[in-house]
């Protein structure tokens, strides 16, 4: 395709996606799901395991993909701006990150990201031996214990921008249960890829990988909460204009800063979002935070982020479950994920003092997968770490934990019941 071709195909593409998303949207809302969980479904409905499969002309027209990646495809282009959409997004959860909840709620957060980490990754690991030695869903060259790391680490993953979406859309910014949730599952999402990190290291025989990627994390964790954030402080004053609001110079700023951190935690090998996510709590919480979040939460909601959420169902191929035992084993699986994410995190919450109520609620939201997951486990499958038998069943997976969580969510907790806690 020339230049000129990409560009009209592009703009038709970002046309269909948005509207087919706004009317997903409208039939999701009747069953209680929110636009978020609409737009992952819109995109799995454009892909190859709906549009592909009844009409593949069709799809390939409006979606070309060049597998040889011999010439540009506008997939291709998608992708960035979907990416785009997901960091400028992650910056703003960031931004509405409340630290003070967390420090108030400090043994409640970190003992429901322990239990959403551990309790998953033993069943995960557990699954994993028993398929290695009496199933074929891994490839021969996968090895026992690279089996167990990677399964475990699919179970630990939470959809952490889709939970940010759902903390959203609920009103429950501000409040402990949303706060607690968000906290926990950005530690449990970034000790997953931390855990792939090692799984791929192994897999390559290549341990530097491993080491940039964890050790990087935390550096950057560390300077951009501690340096970056004091630096910004003095800086904000000198972009706030003399009617109290930010300057086009500071928004330049913000976004310069979200671009860097989503750069740099890509790079490293840990996902774009963290990065955003990081910079956005180390935003100065008055003139900055305000007006940025104004200035960027419209355009990154309603064009930039479906793309995201339709990009990645795009490239989901659900029909490769097509047998009996896979979905038995899609069975064990999705009972392992339930148990060891929504249970866990439920009794840790309750055992740290949050009401009953409350710790269902982070329970609840914690048990979704989403996108985070697919994404996971399609590096898996393209590495080779698994077979498309596994990757479906972990698509199966994803996908039913996360349309799990608005309805069991409004059951057992209700939207607009909670407020957003007093800032200190």
Not at 194 to 212: E, G, I, M, Q
Not at 256 to 270: E, K, P, Q, V
Request: charged share 10%; glycine share 10%.
């Amino acid at each position: 395709m020339n230049n000129v071709h990409l560009a009209v195909q592009f703009f038709l593409q970002i046309a269909v996606i948005l509207l087919f998303c706004r009317v997903v949207g409208m039939i999701a809302a009747r069953f209680g799901q929110p636009q978020v969980v609409a737009e992952m479904i819109a995109g799995v409905l454009l892909g190859p395991s709906l549009l592909g499969l009844i009409w593949p002309e069709a799809q390939q027209w409006l979606f070309p993909w060049d597998k040889s990646q011999t010439t540009r495809d506008t997939q291709s282009y998608l992708f960035p701006a979907s990416q785009l959409g997901l960091a400028l997004y992650m910056f703003i959860v960031g931004m509405e990150f409340r630290v003070d909840i967390v420090q108030k709620r400090f043994k409640s957060s970190l003992a429901v990201s322990a239990a959403g980490m551990v309790a998953p990754f033993v069943l995960g690991a557990g699954l994993a031996w028993i398929f290695f030695h009496y199933t074929e869903l891994f490839p021969k060259k996968t090895s026992l214990m690279e089996a167990m790391l990677f399964l475990g680490a699919s179970m630990c993953i939470t959809a952490f921008p889709m939970l940010a979406r759902i903390i959203h859309f609920k009103g429950l910014a501000g409040t402990t249960m949303g706060t607690v949730a968000i906290g926990a599952g950005a530690i449990d999402d970034a000790t997953a890829w931390a855990l792939l990190a090692v799984v791929l290291a192994s897999f390559d025989d290549n341990w530097s990988h491993a080491l940039v990627n964890i050790g990087g994390g935390l550096a950057y964790v560390l300077v951009t909460l501690t340096l970056i954030k004091a630096l910004l402080k003095r800086v904000e004053p000198l972009v706030t204009e003399a009617d109290g609001k930010l300057s086009d110079g500071g928004l330049v700023i913000g976004l310069a800063m979200m671009a860097l951190g989503a750069w740099f935690t890509d790079l490293i090998g840990l996902h774009a979002v963290f990065g955003a996510f990081v910079m956005g709590c180390a935003m100065p919480r008055e003139v900055m935070t305000r007006d940025l979040i104004a200035r960027i939460q419209p355009l990154a909601v309603a064009l930039l982020l479906p793309l995201f959420f339709t990009y990645s169902g795009l490239n989901t191929k659900i029909g490769l479950l097509n047998t009996g035992f896979l979905w038995l084993m899609c069975g064990a699986v999705l009972i392992a994920a339930i148990l060891g994410k929504g249970v866990a995190c439920w009794l840790a919450a309750r055992a740290t003092g949050i009401s009953n109520r409350e710790a269902m609620g982070i329970g609840t939201l914690m048990n979704a997968r989403g996108l985070m997951e697919l994404i996971i486990i399609n590096i898996g499958l393209q590495r080779g770490v698994i077979t498309e038998g596994l990757f479906a069943t972990l698509v199966i997976m994803a996908v039913v934990t996360t349309l799990m969580a608005s309805p069991i969510f409004e059951r057992l907790v209700g939207t607009g019941t909670y407020k957003p806690e007093p800032e200190n």
